[in-house]
């Protein structure tokens, strides 16, 4: 049986989340999109809502938290983010915890999670590591620029759901006026096609095979784009590599 589930349910600037299953617990990732879609969603594939053992927040741009409040509403379980963002999820019912970043801690029993700083223009934004048992599982979107610190987190990953967001002449050319363009190529903007195809060629030398690309732009790049370039990178080598769509995508298991 397999013991890491993925269903990306949404991806991308008009909402972000992913359902995740590893080993016994249901975990929910960024709360961007509406509690009908995410409830639906996970309907179809024989989930429920109110079953996810704990959600996890990875900073508190909209397009991460603005469906927290309808969705929080329907769940027991705790939801972990940074200070930074507890004031975008103030109205919210369910039991918040402030997560230290960098430290590693047991979410659940048996369940290993360390959050790590992502650079990005949030105040703090971070990504996450997830361990049960021998499995691991990393998520690292809205990340400006790879670094050493990241790499070390993602090393020896079963899967890593990394950000593919945009294909740089295809932003340098496109319709976002110059200050956007400025701030998405910034260091504390969003991570290019060719940053991630670097990033999943660091992570497979340290034994990481399983790849969804995520938060690909709709404005800046395509679907077919952001594969490309990650399958280019890799080609010859023993890599599954997803992408996930902004509407999400059906259940990828591992
Ligand atoms: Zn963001
Ligand atoms: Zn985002």
């Given at each position: 049986?397999?013991?890491?589930?993925?269903?990306?349910?949404?991806?991308?600037?008009?909402?972000?989340?992913?359902?995740?299953?590893?080993?016994?617990?249901?975990?929910?990732?960024?709360l961007?999109?509406?509690?009908?879609?995410v409830?639906?969603?996970?309907?179809?594939?024989?989930?429920?809502?109110?079953?996810?053992?704990?959600?996890?927040?990875?900073?508190?741009?909209?397009?991460?938290?603005?469906?927290?409040?309808?969705?929080?509403?329907?769940?027991?379980?705790?939801?972990?983010?940074?200070?930074?963002?507890?004031?975008?999820?103030?109205?919210?019912?369910?039991?918040?915890?402030?997560?230290?970043?960098?430290?590693?801690?047991?979410?659940?029993?048996?369940?290993?999670?360390?959050?790590?700083?992502?650079?990005?223009?949030?105040?703090?934004?971070?990504?996450?590591?997830?361990?049960?048992m021998?499995?691991?599982?990393?998520?690292?979107?809205?990340?400006?620029?790879?670094?050493?610190?990241?790499?070390?987190m993602?090393?020896?990953?079963?899967?890593?759901?990394?950000?593919?967001?945009?294909?740089?002449?295809?932003l340098?050319?496109?319709?976002?006026?110059?200050?956007?363009?400025?701030?998405?190529?910034?260091?504390?903007?969003?991570?290019?096609?060719?940053?991630?195809?670097?990033?999943?060629?660091?992570?497979?030398?340290?034994?990481?095979?399983?790849?969804?690309?995520?938060?690909?732009?709709?404005?800046?790049?395509?679907?077919?784009?952001?594969?490309?370039?990650?399958?280019?990178?890799?080609?010859?080598k023993?890599?599954?590599?997803?992408?996930?769509?902004?509407?999400?995508?059906?259940?990828?298991?591992?």
């Amino acid at each position: 049986m397999s013991e890491i589930r993925i269903l990306p349910l949404g991806s991308g600037s008009t909402g972000n989340c992913f359902y995740l299953e590893i080993g016994k617990y249901r975990i929910l990732v960024d709360l961007g999109i509406g509690y009908r879609r995410v409830r639906d969603t996970l309907l179809k594939y024989g989930r429920d809502l109110e079953s996810v053992d704990a959600i996890f927040l990875t900073h508190g741009h909209y397009d991460h938290v603005k469906a927290a409040l309808p969705v929080t509403n329907h769940v027991s379980c705790k939801v972990y983010a940074d200070s930074s963002v507890m004031y975008s999820i103030r109205n919210i019912r369910s039991e918040r915890s402030v997560i230290e970043i960098g430290k590693r801690f047991e979410a659940l029993e048996g369940l290993y999670v360390t959050a790590f700083a992502v650079p990005h223009d949030f105040v703090r934004t971070c990504g996450y590591v997830f361990e049960w048992m021998d499995k691991k599982l990393v998520y690292v979107t809205d990340c400006g620029q790879m670094n050493e610190n990241i790499l070390s987190m993602i090393q020896g990953a079963d899967v890593l759901i990394v950000e593919s967001n945009h294909d740089v002449d295809m932003l340098k050319n496109g319709p976002y006026p110059y200050p956007l363009q400025k701030r998405i190529l910034s260091k504390f903007g969003h991570m290019s096609n060719d940053q991630c195809a670097d990033t999943i060629e660091a992570a497979y030398r340290n034994g990481t095979k399983n790849f969804l690309l995520a938060h690909v732009s709709l404005n800046n790049n395509t679907f077919e784009t952001a594969l490309q370039t990650s399958l280019e990178k890799m080609e010859g080598k023993d890599v599954r590599i997803y992408v996930c769509h902004d509407q999400g995508d059906g259940m990828i298991e591992f």
